[in-house]
């Protein structure tokens, strides 16, 4: 069993930056694939940023050169850092654990296994 606290969310202006945390409990933290999802009301829940165990990293076009996904396994920590925020960015963030493997597949919401409460991310205009 794993569970995962989600911290960071804000108000920011667009163009600003935020840093996002999760903490995980358990031993395993390190075998874990971790994931970024993100819901805007209204809209499905999406992928944003996954990086593996060995510490491969994939992202959603949509932020890709804006965000960047990171860990550190001695605190069992995952962040996500937000740059040049959009008001598109806008929602509640995610962050989530399962099984490791192909980056490609950690896209997908059904890869994993925990799920965080969510954090709010609000950008002005």
């Known amino acids: 069993q794993v569970q995962l606290v989600e911290s960071g969310g804000g108000l920011v202006q667009s163009g600003g930056s935020l840093r996002l945390s999760c903490a995980a409990s358990g031993r395993t933290f390190s075998t874990y694939a971790m994931g970024w999802f993100r819901q805007a009301p209204g809209k499905e829940r999406e992928f944003v940023a996954a990086?593996?165990?060995?510490?491969?990293?994939v992202y959603a076009d949509s932020v890709k050169s804006r965000f960047t996904i990171s860990r550190d396994n001695a605190k069992n920590t995952v962040y996500l850092q937000m740059n040049s925020l959009k008001s598109e960015d806008t929602a509640v963030y995610y962050c989530a654990a399962g099984s490791s493997g192909n980056p490609y597949y950690l896209t997908n919401r059904a890869r994993y296994d925990y799920w965080g409460q969510g954090t709010q991310v609000t950008v002005s205009s």
């Open positions: 990086i593996t165990s060995g510490g491969s990293t």
